[in-house]
């Protein structure tokens, strides 16, 4: 009955109420936008091609994971969220060696609104570049986007039949508008709803695909082997949701100091850091930045490239696409921690504040002493990220089962935005004396 009470107590809210409620009709629309046909386009022809794949996975099959089917449906949101996450990985790659990017991070929000907007027309150009891509490799039926090399369309079989180049413009701006709405459904749920927008549109594009991938598992191998690879994701939820919450907390202690009349500090506190403090997003950035050269291949006149990138990127099978899967985690693991947590930023509030970390001393020892503990529970967060994500990949691979190929990153993404959204409910909860879920 407690779970049913906490449940209630979130309506009972009005405001949260609404922005739950909110939330909810946003996700509506992006799901039917994932449904919505682009003109021109032969749905049939498409789903024969897919057939022929045999589900081999490929970069289609990834991005159809986080477009929730709209691949699939050849939907006006084709491309999904992951043009902007693609943007936003470039923008902070770029924020550490342009000054005026670095200049706007440290502006606190004012520059984060210049970053923000700068990252949206970076989304428009991206988009257009991969809308671009895929309509060249649906009119040439290149098979190898489906997970399938070598393999060309049946005589008279055409993806986008009497294909002409306003055609093609209308589908390239159709996918281009489809994203810059996403990424403006992303936003309004951040300002108006619950959670982060584009986490939660990632998590119900993943989500709806579960029950689809589920069935392909099943429908490939035994029973048996159904019953093993559920047991493994039981097993890796529960162990997703201790690595979440574990953290090292480092004390901190704030000297007495006289103020007019009033005495104040001598209390102590603590500083959590999280044992993965980058939550999923070193397996997001790390799936997009494989996906991407994938698409660009279609538009590159060099054959060398595009043998390479077919024979290496396009099928997640391969091993040269699951070294650089595992490396790209763990690079992002470290990226992102170190944008996110500031040692000497952190050390030099501390020292501000009059405080001290017990048996250090105040300045650069304690931003040594911060960077030394990140450092190394970072290692083990990424390596956990890294073989959560490559878990499904070896096991299906060891089976030859090619139906549910992203079954580690889709595991990550849904426990973790669901844990993140849960705390953000629950602090809205606590604010009014209600009991929360992770009470």
Do not use: C
């Amino acid at each position: 009955m407690s779970g049913l009470s906490r449940l209630r107590n979130m309506f009972r809210v009005p405001d949260l109420r609404n922005k739950i409620i909110f939330t909810i009709l946003i996700v509506g629309v992006y799901r039917v936008g994932s449904h919505i046909p682009v003109p021109y386009v032969d749905f049939a022809a498409i789903q024969k091609l897919r057939d022929a794949s045999k589900g081999t996975g490929g970069v289609v099959a990834f991005l159809d994971v986080f477009s929730g089917g709209a691949i699939t449906n050849v939907a006006v949101f084709f491309l999904g969220i992951m043009p902007y996450i693609t943007a936003s990985i470039i923008m902070q790659l770029l924020g550490v060696v342009i000054p005026k990017l670095e200049e706007w991070q440290n502006e606190g929000q004012t520059g984060q609104k210049k970053i923000t907007q700068w990252t949206r027309y970076l989304t428009v150009a991206l988009a257009l570049v991969q809308s671009t891509g895929f309509v060249f490799a649906l009119k040439s039926g290149n098979a190898g986007l489906f997970g399938i090399s070598g393999i060309r369309l049946p005589q008279g079989l055409a993806l986008i039949p009497h294909f002409t180049a306003w055609r093609a413009i209308l589908i390239v701006i159709t996918w281009t508008a489809g994203t810059a709405m996403v990424m403006w459904l992303g936003e309004l749920i951040t300002q108006r709803g619950i959670g982060n927008g584009m986490s939660i549109l990632i998590f119900a594009s993943v989500v709806s695909r579960l029950p689809f991938q589920g069935s392909q598992v099943y429908s490939q191998g035994s029973p048996i082997q159904f019953s093993v690879i559920m047991l493994i994701a039981i097993g890796m939820i529960v162990s997703i949701v201790a690595v979440e919450s574990g953290q090292r907390r480092i004390p901190v202690q704030f000297a007495k100091r006289v103020v007019g009349r009033r005495m104040y500090g001598g209390q102590s506190t603590y500083i959590p850091l999280k044992v993965n403090q980058s939550g999923v997003i070193p397996v997001i950035f790390a799936s997009s930045l494989l996906s991407f050269p994938a698409l660009i291949a279609n538009v590159a006149p060099w054959k060398g490239v595009k043998s390479f990138v077919n024979a290496n990127l396009v099928n997640s099978s391969t091993w040269f696409y699951i070294g650089a899967y595992a490396l790209l985690i763990v690079f992002f693991a470290y990226f992102y921690t170190a944008i996110a947590f500031n040692p000497a930023q952190q050390a030099d509030i501390i020292r501000k504040q009059g405080g001290f970390i017990p048996g250090i001393r105040p300045g650069p020892p304690t931003e040594k002493y911060l960077a030394k503990v990140l450092n190394r529970i970072t290692l083990p967060g990424s390596l956990f990220l890294m073989v959560i994500a490559l878990v499904p990949f070896l096991v299906l691979k060891f089976w030859h089962i090619t139906q549910f190929p992203f079954g580690g990153t889709s595991l990550l993404i849904t426990v973790g935005v669901a844990l993140e959204t849960m705390k953000q409910i629950d602090s809205q909860l606590m604010m009014r004396n209600y009991e929360g879920f992770l009470r």
